[in-house]
T-cell receptor, first 110, second 115 residues
Framework: GQNIDQPTEMTATEGAIVQINCTYQ??????LFWYQQHAGEAPTFLSY????GLEEKGRFSSFLSRSKGYSYLLLKELQMKDSASYLC???????????FGKGTKLSVIP | DSGVTQTPKHLITATGQRVTLRCSPR?????VYWYQQSLDQGLQFLIQ???????AKGNILERFSAQQFPDLHSELNLSSLELGDSALYFC??????????????FGPGTRLTVL
């Protein structure tokens, strides 16, 4: 089976940097995704990691350590519109389905 | 806008009834996935189709079924509805399913309320 853990909620200040952690235990591993989801809306793709290291994409970066079963999403220069849930999802080896964590609700305050 | 469309946007029905949710994938995508999202469970994978054939099954109840048609649109049928089936139902699509790392793009969802 697969188990994915993320903090339930986080609060950060506009303009600051926030790191959202995700730990996973899976039977095999074939990649980790981060999605952003505003309340009542569709998840939107942010990043994908399959090899160890940091992937940078504008204000968003994602890091993966396969040996530790650990990833984080780093959001820089926070804006009010970044208030949303951030979902960590894993694909196990030989699997086609995404297994999602329950998401981290980020609130950005002025 | 991801390019994935879902109808209807909202659906309100009674216990015991049957409903059909519809999804059209992005142009060129062959694979369709269905997910259920309830407040306490998060996003749960239900089922995947690739080019008309069932490819993977997740936590889908026997009361639920799906299919993908030759034009690649998909329908999720929910029957004998219960209060606990109230949730957001998302469809996602990707280019191919053979590479399990294909990015999935999500539609806007259908909010189902069972009274």
């Amino acid at each position: 089976g697969q188990n994915i853990d993320q903090p339930t909620e986080m609060t950060a200040t506009e303009g600051a940097i926030v790191q959202i952690n995700c730990t996973y235990q899976t039977s095999g591993f074939n990649g980790l995704f981060w999605y952003q989801q505003h309340a009542g809306e569709a998840p939107t793709f942010l990043s994908y990691n399959v090899l160890d290291g940091l992937e940078e994409k504008g204000r968003f970066s994602s890091f993966l350590s396969r040996s530790k079963g650990y990833s984080y999403l780093l959001l820089k220069e926070l804006q009010m519109k970044d208030s949303a849930s951030y979902l960590c999802a894993v694909i196990g080896a030989g699997s086609y389905q995404l297994t999602f964590g329950k998401g981290t609700k980020l609130s950005v305050i002025p | 806008d991801s390019g994935v469309t879902q109808t209807p946007k909202h659906l309100i029905t009674a216990t015991g009834q049957r409903v059909t949710l519809r999804c059209s994938p992005r142009s060129g995508d062959l694979s369709v996935y269905w997910y259920q999202q309830s407040l306490d469970q998060g996003l749960q994978f239900l089922i995947q189709y690739y080019n008309g054939e069932e490819r993977a099954k997740g936590n889908i109840l026997e009361r639920f079924s799906a299919q993908q048609f030759p034009d690649l649109h998909s329908e999720l049928n929910l029957s004998s509805l219960e209060l606990g089936d109230s949730a957001l139902y998302f469809c996602a699509s990707s280019v191919v399913s053979l590479a399990s790392t294909d990015t999935q793009y999500f539609g806007p969802g259908t909010r189902l309320t069972v009274l």
